[in-house]
């Protein structure tokens, strides 16, 4: 079975669908330490004057260990500014109007842990891409370790046995931990095309919503092309 091991992120780009894609079983990293500047509460818009932040205000309580899953949204006003600004960054897309609402139900009533919003929203969006992939978040797996030790059993436990990783992986996955189990791996590349954009020069690493209001059911020919998931 293909499979995937990835951190949840607030509104991916288009890369993280692409695994999801590829994937049968795709398992959300959410028990693992919280990186306080990287994806997991925060992603881009491209506006008129450029890519911008939308981020999602969370409390850490001082601790640098505190897990993805355990991460607390730190108030209720973001969800109003965030839908606002979506809405006037994308209202003129061609494609607004199939996905506005979808979308707006994100921001209605938010739960108050990070990863319940951000993962939930990620299967929504795998949804409206039509993505037939099963979800399962490892922190309801009981299954400790380290590394890529770690990550080998939460493969065993599930039943991935060819594993599907980012390209960043290369520089500290131990290759040789997969191989004495059988699993075989297969490394991401993200060798995309333009698509059309609202505001100028292209801006390829932006949220998947920018892919979704601007090529609607086309969206998926932007990221896998006709290729069909892996058997």
Do not use: C
Not at 83 to 88: A, D, L, P, R, V
Not at 111 to 129: E, K, R, V, Y
Not at 132 to 145: A, D, M, V, Y
Not at 183 to 194: A, C, G, N, V, W
Request: aromatic fraction near 12%.
């Amino acid at each position: 079975m293909n499979g995937a091991i990835l951190q949840p992120s607030y509104i991916p780009w288009r890369g993280f669908f692409h695994q999801i894609q590829k994937s049968e079983m795709f398992v959300f990293y959410d028990d693992v330490q919280f990186d306080k500047h990287g994806w997991r509460n925060r992603n881009q818009l491209k506006g008129a004057n450029g890519p911008f932040w939308l981020t999602i205000p969370v409390q850490t309580r001082g601790s640098l260990e505190t897990p993805i899953h355990e991460i607390q949204i730190a108030d209720d006003r973001w969800p109003r500014k965030h839908w606002s600004s979506i809405e006037q960054t994308y209202k003129k897309a061609p494609h607004f109007a199939r996905y506005a609402e979808l979308v707006r139900s994100f921001y209605d009533k938010p739960p108050s842990l990070l990863a319940d919003f951000t993962i939930d929203t990620t299967i929504a969006l795998a949804g409206a891409l039509d993505l037939p992939t099963k979800f399962l978040r490892s922190s309801t797996l009981g299954i400790e370790g380290k590394k890529t030790e770690r990550i080998v059993a939460i493969m065993e436990k599930v039943g991935i046995t060819h594993y599907i990783s980012g390209p960043s992986a290369k520089s500290y996955i131990e290759e040789d931990l997969l191989t004495a189990k059988g699993i075989s791996l297969e490394y991401m590349t993200y060798d995309y095309q333009p698509y059309p954009q609202l505001h100028g020069a292209f801006e390829g690493a932006v949220s998947i919503l920018d892919l979704l209001f601007m090529t609607g059911p086309e969206a998926g020919t932007h990221i896998w092309g006709q290729d069909s998931r892996p058997k």
